[in-house]
T-cell receptor
Framework: SQQGEEDPQALSIQEGENATMNCSYK?????LQWYRQNSGRGLVHLIL?????REKHSGRLRVTLDTSKKSSSLLITASRAADTASYFC?????????FGKGTRLHILP | DTAVSQTPKYLVTQMGNDKSIKCEQN?????MYWYKQDSKKFLKIMFS???????INETVPNRFSPKSPDKAHLNLHINSLELGDSAVYFC????????????FGPGTRLTVT
């Protein structure tokens, strides 16, 4: 069964605003990753957060993980047109990885 | 240099045909994968190979067969293609196994008519 569920399914914001996407999952995990997919391209790894970590930063990205609520959030600050893409969370447990359905983010000029 | 490459990028074929998609990675990774992304963008892992040995086979029809001549290559062969096989197929690789950071190829869009 599917592990990660992103929320919202689609998000449109003005350039310069912050974008927040959420991911909920059902079972325990070893880690959680976020990936970006531009239209017609493969996925690009953004950030990995381990189950014993609560927050991680990478440039304009901030990821949080709450294992008690089985949820994670991805915050993109000061959005740019180039951030328009689909964003996927992926949960890792032992030798398995399961991707969610993704959030489509559209940055409006 | 491209880290993970796939050929062809587009593949249009008729039902019942047999086709192959090739994948190569130059990252020196031990594990390679095949994913299927359907029209709703849902990404599902199909196979994983670690040092030429299959370690995951996620309820994929046996018409799909991965072939790994060496750890830098993982090809996907599909027999008796069906309409429902139409999708984008992604190859990926990682060093640390399925839980680690994965590097994806550009995808192969397969259309079965």
């Amino acid at each position: 069964s599917q592990q990660g569920e992103e929320d919202p399914q689609a998000l449109s914001i003005q350039e310069g605003e912050n974008a927040t996407m959420n991911c909920s999952y059902k079972t325990s995990i070893n880690n959680l990753q976020w990936y970006r997919q531009n239209s017609g391209r493969g996925l690009v790894h953004l950030i990995l957060i381990r189950s014993n970590e609560r927050e991680k930063h990478s440039g304009r990205l901030r990821v949080t993980l709450d294992t008690s609520k089985k949820s994670s959030s991805l915050l993109i600050t000061a959005s740019r047109a180039a951030d328009t893409a689909s964003y996927f969370c992926a949960t890792g447990l032992d030798d398995k990885i399961i991707f969610g359905k993704g959030t489509r983010l559209h940055i409006l000029p | 240099d491209t880290a993970v490459s796939q050929t062809p990028k587009y593949l249009v074929t008729q039902m019942g045909n047999d086709k192959s998609i090739k994948c190569e990675q130059n990252l020196g990774h031990d594990t390679m994968y095949w994913y299927k992304q359907d029209s709703k963008k849902f990404l599902k892992i199909m196979f994983s190979y670690n040092n030429k040995e299959l370690i995951i086979n996620e309820t994929v029809p046996n018409r799909f067969s991965p072939k790994s001549p060496d750890k830098a290559h993982l090809n996907l062969h599909i027999n008796s293609l069906e309409l429902g096989d139409s999708a984008v197929y992604f190859c990926a690789s990682s060093q640390a196994g399925p839980r680690g950071e994965q590097y994806f190829g550009p995808g192969t869009r397969l259309t079965v008519t």
